[in-house]
């Protein structure tokens, strides 16, 4: 019985189904396949192109094995303007090439002088003509390999200058400058824009949020960037649901003026100069923008440097239900511990707790003993532990001891007197099962409270009656 080529007679959708699986290059290869392959990789509705060098800038991947050029994208370009169908998502990556040699037994990073603006611009005026409806992901980066690497000036000589997308949905850019167009008209359809690492004006920035009112999530990361002037920003969305912002001591302010349907929030404080007061005080102006959301997600840091500004702060979140949150044991003083303190003061009605404690260093006795001096005691005048907090997730992964995070778990074991449920995630440190044995014995305040310990491999649910 002769075979029957049934590769050959799929359907359109099931083979541009199956391409989709793959990278471009090997999607491209198919048309050798059989004639009815022959131009479906045209019909794909996403691209996902990247080229990875090496850290002397000799080899890539994914694509082409040459490095990054304007010849590069040059190509990408015609494959592109070979497209068919519509585009859904269309998404590049960089990593762009450094020379690196030996100098005085140090080494040292010189760019190597390939600027992809030009080719770029036509790439994305291309792009505008095929309509991208979906997502537009652009980033450029060097190798993190690279010793004393220059972020904040080499990751930005490329210079986006953005076209109007009438039909995008979702703008990513990293490691680049943005300038907006003469002719730029905004972005009407626009619902998620994510700035990392990016220049950009205030005036430009301003007018990019002016012109994108449908947006419901904006995410701005600022790291490793010198903003001239200080970045300031005030945000007027009425959709706007979910802000995430990555501030550093260039940040002058960012405020929410008009965000009526804002519900949650995540704020990291990027630079390790947290100790700075400018950073406090734009970042205890950021929480007060967003005291309405009913999620938060604060990120190392930000306990810190808020500790810079004196207590009580004016302000609460009366709708928060559910906080995320780092808390650093290696900086913990009692002025930290007085902001967490504060933190669940100001929230009534919280709900879910979910911590991740980080401990880089084996804590001394003299911090161990101020963990249980400020930590294992009964507390008075914290709502939530009296009322509403029923759900504890403690994780313990970099901690370098599970038992320097014994004391946190008293803590609310102690206090929190509605706990329903305390899931405690460790990485199997030889400490558990002295971790266990303690909670054996530890005073538990609400009579419900079931504590759940999981390592890698286990779950083991602790009798704390």
Known sequence: MA?????????????ISILSRLVVKEAVRTSALARSWRHTWTLLPSFRLGCHLDRLGETSKDFDSRPVSS?????????????????????????????IRERMNWRQTLPLYIDPSNPLQSLLDLLV??????TLNLCFYYPNTVPFCLHSYHSHKVKVRLPSFHSLKVLQLHGCELILRNEFQGFHSLTTLSLSNVIISNRHLHFLLDTSKNLTTFKFFARDLDLVPDLSLNISLPLLTNVEFGINKMVDKICLVSTPRLEQAHIRVTDIDYGSKKLARVTLGLLNSVSMVSSLHLDCYVLETLSRLALPFNFSFPQLKCLKFFLN???LDKRTFDVFRWLLKSMPFLEELHLKLLCLERQTEGVATLMRELFVKKQNGISCLNQTLKRVTLSMYLLRNVMTGITVVKFF???AKVLKLMNIICAGDDDELSMIEELKIVEVASSDAKVVMFNITTEITVNVK
């Open 3 to 15: 075979e029957v080529d049934r590769i050959s007679f799929l359907p359109d959708d099931i083979k």
């Open 71 to 99: 010849t590069w994208i040059k190509r990408v370009s015609h494959l592109v303007s070979s497209l068919r169908g519509p585009l859904i998502l269309f998404q590049l990556s960089l990593m762009l090439p450094l020379y």
């Open 129 to 134: 003509k095929k309509g991208v409806a979906g």
């Open 329 to 331: 044991l290696d900086t």
């Open 413 to 415: 074991l102690l206090n």
